[in-house]
């Protein structure tokens, strides 16, 4: 581990929130919790019951839309009123208008607070005995909000056999899905609250972003907001705006160049002394091929004649690639020559991908007039490539009016030629 050399002084996790307006919404909710083995080890299935959140700013009100009654199919065991100072929950992505189909996912699990075991952080948690606030109901909430414009995971805490539980730690995102070309600098989005009234807010904290694809994981950035330290493993390029994290509660991950070995999921986690929240985001770096055909100029044609075209889409991420040929004839009239024969796909060396797309044009078969401009068309997700070149038929059947006065020019010179031969022959005679 390397110390920073920023040293920040010891500051209150009551980190400043966003205000949203005056209200907060009513949360629809699965409730979600594991069913008991039925024996010999095995473990039970989840079980669901719908749930309701009934969200406030402070313990002593409830907002005219909180104060909603139920449904009938949802028992009272699982009606919460949620204290909420920060109003974490209020952000208006999680207000669904009334009457639409559309709604906020919510998800409620019990949680069990445990001390925090990380190699490469100070132990968070001072002593191994459980302080008495630790016994109480603990939940867990996780919300995603409307059209992807949030992410967030609550902990709350709620008196044993209650149902009024108060917000301790939030984590949100508003950077769910990210999507960068290669080069430029990616900020994925992580932010988080803790309650200051709370005996675990005053020893410490911790942030750990992590990676996943396709089964493979790795630490990206670790950071022990306790001893002001970056974990040894730190990834090259990848940074946090430490004053902000102090601060605010910024916890957003930089990277300085998105490469395309950067691509896949990344894991924001919030440690404190017994609790942890984390949210998940997908960040993609899509980069458009470049699209290069040869041979450039085209060889002249003559019909029945077969011409190979060659068209190479490189430097493009992700791997999906479609590619089709236009033709263009001269009267400006385009139809398609198909997809052409595509070879597989080759990595460079920066992780992006090329292809190549061949075209055979059997002008025996073809209508391709005296010619036209063939066109490689390349469909990905990175937007639509195009890159064109001329062709040339020489000797068409039917010629053109310009053909015509070419050939009339043609037959002048040759009849010019034979009046001056045939003159020099009978003028040479005459002379004998």
């Known amino acids: 581990m390397r110390l920073l050399l920023l040293i920040f002084p010891p500051v209150s996790l009551s980190l400043c929130p966003e205000v949203y307006g005056s209200s907060c919404p009513v949360l629809d909710c699965w409730f979600v ?22 969200i406030r700013r402070d313990a002593h009100s409830l907002g005219a839309e909180a104060q909603r009654q ?17 109003a974490t929950l209020c ?16 998800e409620i699990n019990p949680f069990l607070p445990q001390p925090s075991t990380l190699k490469w952080a100070t132990a968070l948690t001072d002593s191994a005995l459980s302080p008495v606030y630790l016994q109480a109901d603990w939940l867990s909430v996780s919300l995603q909000g409307l059209d992807g414009q949030l992410i967030q995971s609550s902990i709350m805490r709620a008196p044993t056999a209650t149902k009024e539980p108060q917000v301790i730690l939030s984590v949100s995102s508003k950077t769910v899905s990210v999507k960068s070309r290669l080069g430029e600098p990616v900020l994925l989005d992580c932010g988080f609250w803790t309650d200051s009234s709370s005996p675990l ?18 630490l990206v950035l670790a950071y022990d907001g306790k001893t002001d330290r970056l974990a040894e493993m730190q990834e090259e390029g990848a940074t946090l705006d430490f004053e902000g994290l102090h601060e605010k509660g910024n916890a957003s991950l930089i990277l300085q160049e998105a490469k395309v070995r950067h691509s896949g999921t990344y894991i924001c986690t919030v440690f404190l002394p017994y609790l942890l929240a984390q949210v998940a985001m997908d960040l993609e770096i899509v ?83 005296r010619g036209g401009e063939v066109t490689c068309v390349a469909f990905h997700s990175g937007g639509t490539q195009r890159a064109s070149v001329t062709l040339n038929v020489i000797g068409f059947s039917t010629p053109s009016i310009e053909d015509s006065m070419a050939m009339v020019g043609v037959a002048l010179v040759l009849y010019g030629l034979i009046k001056l031969v045939s003159w020099t022959f009978i003028s040479e005679n005459h002379h004998c």
């Open 91 to 106: 952000h208006p992505a999680l207000s669904a208008p009334r009457g639409s189909i559309h709604k906020p996912q919510c």
């Open 33 to 54: 919790q594991e069913r008991k083995g039925r024996g010999g080890g095995l473990t039970g299935a989840t079980s669901q019951e719908k749930s309701l959140l009934r």
């Open 287 to 369: 980069e458009p091929p470049s699209l290069s055909i040869y041979p450039s100029p085209l060889p002249l044609a003559v019909p029945g004649q077969v011409v190979t075209v060659h068209c190479e889409a490189s430097g493009f991420a992700p791997l999906s690639l479609e590619v089709s040929w236009e033709f263009t004839g001269a009267d400006g009239t385009s139809r398609s020559l198909g997809s052409g024969s595509l070879t597989g796909h080759r990595q460079a060396w920066d992780g992006t991908y090329s292809q190549r797309s061949k075209l055979e044009l059997d002008t025996s078969k073809l209508d391709l007039g």
């Open 201 to 218: 807010s005053g020893s410490g904290f911790a942030v750990e972003w992590r990676y996943q694809f396709r089964g493979d994981g790795r």
């Open 70 to 86: 139920p449904a009938s199919d949802i028992s009272p065991d699982r009606v919460y009123d949620v204290t909420d100072p920060a």
